[in-house]
């Protein structure tokens, strides 16, 4: 049986830690202000290059970010107005409209990725080592109910 406490300090350690480092990289000097990007719009950015043929709808999008689908409407279409993102109907139902990454939106999250990643691996690298960042990655996604991905 779980310890109640144990979850709740697992939690709490968790949780603080996340915060932690979303704080730190909001701070860095990676984002692209010139284009209105920061870890906000990255994420949205990121999540478009990641899903299939870099198109998604909005619900699924809303998913994959973690935000309210007001504040992702409001997002997006700022990331439209500075052509990051455009939208498009729906192949598999011309009623909806799929967002896609622009060119121009794939090469600003190509750029900013490069310098994220590497504060990522800064932060994380200074306190663990490949196989306690495996470690954590494993247990990461078991909570979510996903495996790892084989290597390769």
């Given at each position: 049986?779980?310890?109640?406490?144990?979850?709740?300090?697992?939690w709490?350690?968790?949780?603080?830690?996340?915060?932690?480092?979303?704080?730190?990289?909001?701070?860095?000097?990676?984002?692209?202000?010139?284009?209105?990007?920061?870890?906000r719009?990255?994420?949205?950015?990121?999540?478009?290059?990641?899903?299939?043929g870099?198109?998604?709808?909005?619900?699924?999008?809303?998913?994959?970010?973690?935000?309210?689908q007001?504040?992702?409407?409001?997002?997006?279409?700022?990331?439209?107005?500075?052509g990051?993102?455009?939208r498009?109907?729906?192949?598999?139902?011309?009623?909806?409209?799929?967002?896609?990454?622009?060119?121009t939106?794939?090469?600003?999250?190509?750029?900013?990725?490069?310098?994220?990643?590497?504060?990522?691996?800064?932060?994380l690298g200074?306190?663990?080592?490949?196989?306690?960042?495996a470690?954590?990655?494993?247990?990461?996604l078991?909570?979510?109910?996903r495996?790892a991905?084989?290597?390769?």
């Amino acid at each position: 049986m779980t310890s109640t406490r144990l979850a709740v300090e697992a939690w709490e350690a968790l949780f603080r830690t996340q915060a932690s480092l979303i704080r730190r990289f909001g701070e860095q000097d990676v984002w692209s202000p010139e284009h209105g990007v920061g870890l906000r719009e990255y994420d949205v950015l990121y999540s478009l290059s990641t899903a299939d043929g870099g198109r998604s709808r909005l619900g699924a999008l809303a998913e994959a970010v973690l935000l309210p689908q007001p504040s992702l409407s409001r997002l997006v279409d700022r990331l439209v107005a500075r052509g990051l993102l455009a939208r498009e109907p729906d192949p598999a139902d011309r009623r909806g409209v799929v967002l896609v990454l622009t060119d121009t939106g794939r090469a600003v999250q190509r750029e900013v990725g490069r310098r994220h990643a590497a504060s990522i691996a800064a932060a994380l690298g200074e306190h663990l080592d490949d196989a306690q960042l495996a470690v954590l990655r494993d247990l990461c996604l078991a909570v979510v109910g996903r495996s790892a991905a084989p290597p390769g």
